[in-house]
């Protein structure tokens, strides 16, 4: 027994070391309040249970944010609403309640998403959402994915009356009716998730699922004959299903034939038959790549009991392909990840690069639960935020972990509902850059409640072992959060948008400070960049650190705020090197810094003296 403790003791101070500031994490609370979502009242928001955003440059001065969310009250029918925000909440925002696609029927409308692009010169909002037609009885009521497609106006969006005369499509098969001596069956969408990019390219994805009396044949030396033995037994399957179109709705007839339901892409051929028995494909997701490339990701649980011994296994999958009259005839890559234990619904992001070896780079990330009982300690319960991705061309074969690393002796920090978004493919030092943010409860120094908060990796690395906090209150719960912005135009630039029900409404932030570098700062009053909202711990950032070769010095200045002074100095207070800060600086300009000598690994300090202030950083070398 005593042996027991000590362990237990051993773990505990192996926690405390972890705690301590030269290995804890940062935490950087946002510097600035976050803004109301358009249309988002406080009885919309405390029923909000999904959310979604993109972001687009309108032109060199305006940007546009997009949000869409549901609200699902606990009685009663349930509501989806679109929002836009031109400039940051600081120009024309709007919002409107997406009226029910079943004509005169009653609908609850549920878990929506967005996806905006520009085509021909103008610009739509695509938005997928399930509805449910509950005028029929129990044993008919289907559940069905919709599309919906908006046209920008200059200052506000309404629906497209070239799509669909003007009406929200119907997507898959809700119904199946009886044949062959077999029963109609129900089919259940969920999970419907769409992107475009930069051209208009879009992809849908959803899963149907569905339980059905299928009718089972054994062959055995008990039942020989070609016929075996046959019964019939309810089975339940779940298919993962994706289409492709453009931004305005068009492009579903490709000289082919109609997309009317889309392509089986769960299976390996997208044939009829799969290629195990009782395949399950789970909470798809889908990123368009800049070369119009369809990435689909989902859950795969499969057993295969026509093998000795009987296999089964959950597995992250992803298919990248191109499609031609409704097949998928040209792969980029199928890869899959173990995913053994219990996790989330994956999400995934492309990359905004075009005509690279990277324009097929995906990102994709997981919530992941899992426990263990240790002798002398107990039970522990341990969560992640996982990163899978193809990085310059190449699947990575293991994760990243993204949230606070799991220790052993300890209950973990809960950590979920992760989302991932590209930086803006607008210069080389950022379109590598995506930024993953989540919900995580119990943080150190915060509140009891989900917080959302977000960082930064490149090709699944962590650029620095910091976290941003997205939101702005100290109370409650924030969580259900959406990032965009890939197509932002700016680098770095992310826009944000959470369920805060402290409030509560729906709250959303832009930000051009990288995540996990420092707090985030929301734009100014002119709808610029931020300019005077910086927060405290830091003005300025260091990126890689530690690094062993260049470093990128990233200010956050105040308007009217000049930099007279960059130097890097040892501990003892002697300047080893004067940088050079160029003239007409930006609010925020970054200036890299190769050292002019070989320097020993350690720790030095920064310090940045400008008209207003003199703050400083410490960075680490490292060989």
């Not at 002398?376 to 061309?393: F, K, L, P, Q, T």
């Not at 409640?449 to 962590?462: E, F, H, I, K, Q």
């Not at 400083?616 to 490292?622: L, Q």
Request: hydrophobic share 35%.
């Amino acid at each position: 027994m005593k042996t027991r403790v000590i362990l237990g003791m051993l773990a505990y101070l192996a926690y405390l070391a972890w705690l301590t500031p030269a290995t804890a994490q940062t935490f950087y609370p946002p510097s600035s309040t976050d803004l109301l979502a358009p249309g988002s009242i406080a009885t919309t928001a405390s029923d909000v249970k999904n959310t979604g955003t993109d972001f687009v440059k309108l032109d060199p001065n305006n940007f546009l944010q997009v949000m869409v969310w549901d609200r699902i009250p606990a009685t009663g029918p349930s509501n989806i609403y679109l929002s836009w925000s031109v400039n940051r909440g600081t120009g024309a925002t709007g919002s409107i309640k997406i009226d029910t696609p079943i004509n005169g029927a009653f609908a609850y409308l549920s878990d929506p998403d967005v996806t905006v692009a520009f085509l021909n010169g103008a610009l739509y909002a695509s938005v997928v959402y399930l509805a449910k037609d509950i005028t029929l009885p129990p044993d008919a009521a289907t559940v069905e994915t919709y599309l919906d497609v908006y046209k920008w106006t200059g200052t506000s969006f309404v629906r497209s009356s070239t799509f669909n005369g003007g009406a929200p499509l119907p997507l898959g098969v809700a119904f199946i009716p009886a044949a062959g001596g077999l029963p109609s069956s129900i089919r259940i969408h969920s999970s419907p998730n769409i992107d475009a990019n930069a051209t208009g390219k879009v992809g849908i994805v959803w899963q149907e699922t569905t339980t059905e009396l299928a009718q089972i044949r054994v062959i055995s030396p008990s039942y020989p004959g070609p016929n075996g033995y046959s019964f019939n037994q309810a089975t339940t399957f779940a298919e993962s299903y994706v289409l492709d179109c453009n931004i305005d709705g068009s492009g579903f007839i490709l000289g082919c034939s109609p997309l009317a339901r889309g392509t089986l892409a769960s299976r390996s051929n997208g044939s009829n038959n799969p290629s195990i028995l009782f395949n399950q494909s789970l909470s798809p997701d889908v990123a368009v790549s800049p070369n119009g490339v369809l990435s689909f990701c989902y859950i795969g649980a499969s057993a295969d009991p026509t093998s000795l011994p009987v296999t089964s296994g959950t597995r992250l999958v992803l298919k990248q392909y191109s499609r031609d009259c409704n097949i998928f005839n040209i792969s980029y890559g199928t890869y899959s990840w173990n995913a053994a234990g219990t996790y989330g619904a994956p999400r995934i992001a492309a990359t905004a690069h075009a005509g690279t070896t990277n324009d097929l780079d995906v990102e994709i990330v997981m919530a992941w639960t899992g426990g263990d009982c240790l002798e002398g300690i107990g039970n522990r319960s341990y969560y992640e935020i996982r990163n899978w991705g193809r990085s310059a061309g190449t699947f990575r074969t293991s994760y990243t972990t993204v949230s606070i690393p799991t220790v052993a002796a300890v209950n973990g920090y809960p950590a979920n509902q992760p989302v991932v978004a590209f930086s803006s493919g607008e210069g080389a030092a950022y379109s590598d850059q995506y930024v993953v943010a989540w919900a995580g409860q119990n943080y150190p120094k915060f509140s009891s409640g989900y917080d959302v908060w977000s960082t930064t990796l490149v090709a699944g690395s962590l650029l620095t072992p910091d976290y941003s906090r997205v939101n702005y209150n100290t109370v409650g719960d924030q969580n259900i959060p959406s990032v965009a912005g890939r197509y932002s135009g700016t680098g770095k630039s992310m826009g944000y948008l959470f369920k805060d029900a402290s409030v509560p409404q729906l709250s959303y932030r832009y930000s051009t400070v990288q995540a996990g570098s420092g707090a985030l700062n929301r734009t100014g009053a002119s709808g610029s960049d931020p300019k005077g909202s910086t927060g405290p711990a830091r003005v300025i950032d260091a990126y890689p650190n530690p690094s062993s070769s260049a470093i990128d010095f990233n200010l956050h200045l105040r308007q009217g705020e000049i930099v007279q002074q960059l130097t890097v100095v040892d501990l003892m207070g002697r300047v080893l090197d004067k940088v050079a800060v160029p003239a007409g600086q930006s609010s925020d300009p970054v200036i890299s810094w190769q050292p002019k000598q070989a320097m020993p690994e350690g720790a030095y300090i920064v310090k940045l003296v400008t008209n207003q202030r003199t703050e400083t950083i410490t960075i680490n070398r490292s060989r």
